[in-house]
């Protein structure tokens, strides 16, 4: 969240215009070429930073600014807080064609990196091997005494994610070489603190000593990233980078990586264009490079493993030992991919940190490393890792689920581990209700996670609890919310916590009446049942309207399209009516957030025709309960359309064989009863304005009926002259509108027309399966439309073609 402040300077960034923009281009133009920058220079450099990167779109700088800052950035007297500053502006303009950056000539490591980094950003694969090139030779001039080689690391490492064949054979060998001595010998003495000793004494050199332990104590084995000092060393900031760059030069660099050398290969490097970098102790001569570096990174990982089980002395030493914790494993993973020596001594190492790990709620992100490691070894060591599942999905959503950070991480743990869950894949599906607490909290960010994940996670089992608990997702977020403010005392909730407004919400939670129902929403796992969760709704109603409440409100109608794109792939037909009556039974059943009612109803509008197509005797198997819902009170004109329209379209015996003349009948009687209440009913606060598409669908379903079952012509007939009056004389007492008038009228022209040739309606309107499937009628290359429209004339009374 950004502070008042840097929002409104983000805005003012974003709303410049260009002429202001070339002003400041002049004036940093100016101010460059002065001899001597003074701090005017830095202050116009941040503020054109700022406009270029405050937007998405590209700034356009001229051409001389664009040069200058070339120029100042490859100056050798240049101050080193301008050339950050010309790198940073430079690197947001990339790519360009205006840029002509080279550093062929720069020997100063510090500016070559800045350098570097531009060249980077324009994405030009021949100047990014260049550049490999170029840093290489520079680390293999370099003497002991010469500049660092800190500034050069980053580099090598995104040069090798973005071209890892820029790098020959023989520089990975020799690079990975000098990694593995980097991770391992770095010094454990901290660095030289210079001191003045006094105002007449001479300046003096003071050995700080050796480095500690994030306890305190002296550290009494080799440096890591997670020792501690004033000051360090040349090589021992080397050992932090190269650690930080270790599992992508692994990956990279090993079995099946794009510059993976030879591992039997066990030459000395003769000849080596680095062969000065790979001078190390004698026992580095009796594995090869690449050997060498993953004994080393074990060894790194088994110390950072030990020294994660110290107590930090400082907030921030306790987090950098989790982060360190998480990526040591994750290297150990990568280890054991590419060398499977290495598995037996990582579970000798695994095993017990995962008991510690469980029992310790700070740590509880280092846990999803653990369990990956298991999914990838746990049967090639024969461990049975399903405790390690059912833990992982069972407490950590119902506890965490309020962590961002941990949220996203377990949800692309989720994803990236799906091809290997295995026999474990269940334990996955049946832990959805919690997986969807962290969806519940975390909507904006986490939705299209989910989108992606849905296929995989519902099945025929959990496809009808799954439903029910995405319609009740914006009262999950509630009943989470809840859940959290009732472990805050009354006095440390801010005065406009709803909680303290509306003290029936916390009492809720004690009263035993509902408590079966907010244990069923909070559930860890599929029950297999469902519950009608209207008490909770009014319970939970003054917390409707909070922020992230609505907001997860807003992306149910995503994820209802996600999941019915993924099981219709495999509905038979009994689920598919099962959720055919879920969506009539719910479509007035939802908790009421501002807006979510309606979008819900869109996308059950549009996805009750298609379980119908799915399965098209649905609609004769569960006559029954549509003629209820067509018959019984109705909360909004999408899904009742649609229900009609299914109807009209499949209550056929071409459909189902069991269709009689009787269920015709009856749905015809009752969509007649429909259609004379929503034209002759005035609109109230109770009962809206019928949207008049619902009117023309009922006159067409009518219809359809009818040409099925030929006694209701003259009764449908009837019906459908009057509609046409009362459409002329604009008399309905709904009153849709002009637009709504005309499309009644023309409607109900149309179907007359059609019932004076019986015979042609009942081919329109319940057509073969071989004509219905194609759909020729929707083909304007066909001659069906030509026949509708010949036909049409025919009927006309004013074609006078027709007796009587």
């Known amino acids: ?40 220079a830095p202050d116009a450099l941040r503020r054109l930073f700022l406009i270029v990167s405050a937007t998405k779109y590209n700034r356009r700088l001229e051409r001389p600014c664009l040069a200058l800052l070339q120029t100042t950035l490859c100056s050798p007297t240049c101050p080193e807080q301008l050339q950050l500053l010309c790198a940073a502006v430079l690197r947001e303009m990339s790519p360009c064609d205006s840029l002509s950056l080279s550093c062929d000539h720069i020997q100063n490591t510090r500016q070559l990196g800045l350098v570097a980094s531009v060249l980077l950003a324009q994405g030009d694969q021949q100047q990014v091997r260049s550049l490999a090139q170029r840093v290489l030779k520079v680390l293999e001039s370099r003497q002991p005494e010469g500049p660092s080689l800190r500034h050069l690391l980053p580099i090598v490492s995104k040069v090798t994610s973005l071209a890892p064949d820029a790098l020959r054979e023989e520089q990975t060998r020799a690079l990975s070489k000098r990694l593995g001595d980097w991770l391992r010998y770095a010094s454990v003495q901290q660095a030289v603190a210079h001191s003045s000793g006094g105002f007449f004494s001479t300046p003096r050199a003071r050995q700080l000593g050796p480095v500690t332990e994030v306890d305190g104590a002296v550290a009494t084995d080799f440096f890591t990233v997670l020792s501690t000092g004033q000051r360090f060393t040349e090589d021992q900031w080397l050992n932090v980078q190269a650690f930080s760059m270790l599992r992508a030069w692994l990956l990279d660099s090993g079995p099946g990586g794009s510059s993976a050398p030879d591992a039997d290969d066990k030459s ?92 310790d709620p700070a740590w509880v992100r280092a846990l999803l490393p653990v369990a990956q490691f298991f999914l990838h070894h746990g049967e090639a060591a024969a461990v049975d890792a399903e405790a390690v599942y059912q833990h992982l999905f069972t407490r950590i959503p119902a506890e965490h689920f309020h962590s961002p950070m941990l949220a996203f991480e377990f949800v692309q743990f989720c994803r990236d581990s799906l091809p290997l869950f295995g026999r474990s894949l269940g334990i996955l599906r049946t832990s959805f209700p919690n997986l969807f607490k962290f969806l519940a909290w975390n909507s904006p960010s986490l939705t299209s996670d989910f989108v992606a994940l849905l296929p995989s996670l519902v099945d025929a089992g959990t496809a009808v609890e799954m439903l029910h608990l995405l319609l009740d997702l914006p009262c999950l977020t509630a009943a ?57 709704y009014r319970l939970l109603q003054p917390l409707a309207g909070c922020a992230r409440v609505v907001q997860c409100a807003e992306a149910v109608p995503t994820l209802l399209r996600a999941f019915f794109s ?98 015709i009948n009856n749905f015809f009687e009752a969509l007649e009863a429909l259609l004379f209440e929503v034209t002759q009913s005035r609109p109230s606060t109770t009962l809206p304005k019928c949207p008049p598409q619902v009117i023309t669908v009922l006159m067409t379903t009518l219809t359809k009926l009818a040409s099925r079952s030929q006694d209701l012509i003259p009764r449908v007939s009837l019906l459908l002259s009057k509609m046409r009056t009362l459409a002329q004389s604009a008399a309905t007492g709904s009153t849709p509108g002009e637009e709504g008038v005309g499309a009644i009228h023309t409607r109900a022209t149309e179907l007359l027309n059609l019932l004076k040739m019986p015979s042609v309606a009942q081919f329109v309107f319940t057509p073969s399966v071989e004509v219905s499937e194609p759909r020729y009628h929707r083909d304007t290359n066909t001659a069906l439309p030509l026949v509708l429209r010949t036909v049409s004339r025919l009927v006309e009374r004013e074609a006078g073609l027709l007796p009587g």
């Not at 969240?1 to 002049?26: H, K, N, P, V």
């Not at 406009?496 to 003290?503: F, G, M, N, Q, T």
């Not at 559930?523 to 009608?532: I, N």
């Open 1 to 40: 969240m950004f502070t008042t402040g840097a929002e409104s300077l983000l805005r003012q960034a974003r709303e410049l215009r260009d002429e202001e923009l070339g002003r400041l281009c002049a004036r940093v133009c100016a101010l460059l070429r002065e001899e001597d920058w003074g701090p005017d």
């Open 268 to 359: 000395e490097l003769e000849g080596s264009t680095l062969s000065v970098l790979s001078a190390a102790s004698t026992a580095g001569h009796l594995l090869p490079p690449q050997q060498w570096l993953r004994e080393k990174a074990f060894e790194y990982c088994q110390r950072l493993l030990e020294q994660s089980n110290r107590r930090a002395l400082k907030k921030a030493d306790s987090d950098l030992q989790k982060a360190c914790l998480v990526e040591a494993v994750l290297v150990l993973d990568v280890l054991c991919q590419q060398d499977p020596s290495f598995l037996y001594r990582t579970l000798s190492c695994l095993k017990p940190l995962h008991t510690r790990l469980r029992g």
């Open 566 to 663: 993924a099981v219709t792939q495999f509905a038979d037909g009994a689920l598919a009516s099962q959720l055919a009556l879920l969506l009539l039974e719910r479509s007035d059943s939802l908790y009421q957030v501002p807006g979510y009612e309606a979008g819900v109803h869109r996308v059950l509008s549009s996805q009750f025709p298609a379980l119908c197509k799915l399965h098209p005797p649905l609609v004769v198997e569960q006559a029954k309960e549509l003629l209820e819902f067509v018959g019984g009170p109705r909360s909004g004109g999408h899904v009742l359309t649609s229900v009609v329209w299914a109807i009209g379209e499949y209550l056929s015996v071409s459909w189902d064989r069991r269709c009689t003349v009787e269920q």
């Open 480 to 536: 989470l919310d809840l859940q959290l403010r009732s472990l805050q005392a009354a006095s440390e909730r801010p005065p406009w916590d709803v909680s303290i407004r509306a003290p029936g919400c916390l009492e809720a939670l004690r009263d035993s009446q509902v408590q079966g129902l907010f244990q069923h929403l909070l559930r860890a796992h599929a029950s297999g049942t469902v519950e009608r969760l209207t008490p909770l």
